[in-house]
């Protein structure tokens, strides 16, 4: 899988929305960009994936360069609830899903 | 139904003790997925089941043992552990075709304490 790189962290403010970048260079022409969260001491929920084109769900919003080499995430109205660690991942068509550190992503009032 | 269910929540357990982790889900799954997650670090795979079959063991050692037995659950025996095991045990599912990546399912994880 290729290797991603997250900012460690980043703070929002609530009803602001929350750009989550993710650098993926070495991304291959197969892989799909993952996107899960994790909310403390819970296990990781999944957000949206995308191989190419833009993806927009009830949760976010995924906007993939041209090159495919980095994506953002985006929360369009950040809440409280939505302050945890969110994981970039690019996989393959395999099981194997390696998790980077993530950003954490505070959410102010 | 969209949930992964594991019990128990917490564990603790002495070295020489054996328990076993259950996870469960109902989804029509056919890959189940066991991770170890430690403090303030992200999940690391231990072991990968593909339609009841150990498909991925990532070096774990021999005193966990994983077990599918059925599409629907998963155990993780747990045996002679050390207190550097004690970890947030996280079970996963998703739908599985070759060539084809899912999105995975967690469940909420077995706090596991090794005194």
């Known amino acids: 899988d290729a290797k991603t790189t997250q900012p460690p962290s980043m703070d929002c403010a609530e009803g602001r929305a929350a750009n989550l970048p993710c650098n993926h260079s070495t991304i291959s022409g197969n892989e799909y960009v993952y996107w899960y969260r994790q909310i403390h001491s819970q296990g990781p929920q999944y957000i949206i994936h995308g191989l190419k084109n833009n993806e927009t769900n009830e949760m976010a919003s995924l906007i993939i360069t041209e090159d495919r080499k980095s994506s953002t995430l985006i929360l369009p109205h950040a809440t409280l609830r939505d302050t945890a660690v969110y994981y970039c991942i690019v996989t393959g068509g395999y099981q194997k899903v390696t998790f980077g550190i993530g950003t954490k992503l505070q959410v102010i009032p | 139904d969209t949930e992964v269910t594991q019990t128990p929540k917490h564990l603790v357990m002495g070295m020489t003790n054996k328990k076993s982790l259950k996870c469960e889900q109902h989804m029509g799954h056919r890959a189940m997925y066991w991770y170890k997650q430690k403090a303030k670090k992200p999940p690391e795979l231990m072991f990968v089941y593909s339609y009841e079959k150990l498909s991925i063991n990532e070096s774990v050692p021999s005193r966990f043992s994983p077990e599918c037995p059925n599409s629907s659950l998963l155990n993780l025996h747990l045996h002679a552990l050390q207190p550097e095991d004690s970890a947030l045990y996280l079970c996963?599912?998703?739908?599985?075709?070759?060539?084809?990546?899912?999105?995975?399912?967690f469940g909420p994880g077995t706090r596991l304490t090794v005194t």
């Open positions: 996963a599912s998703s739908q599985e075709t070759i060539g084809i990546s899912y999105e995975q399912y």
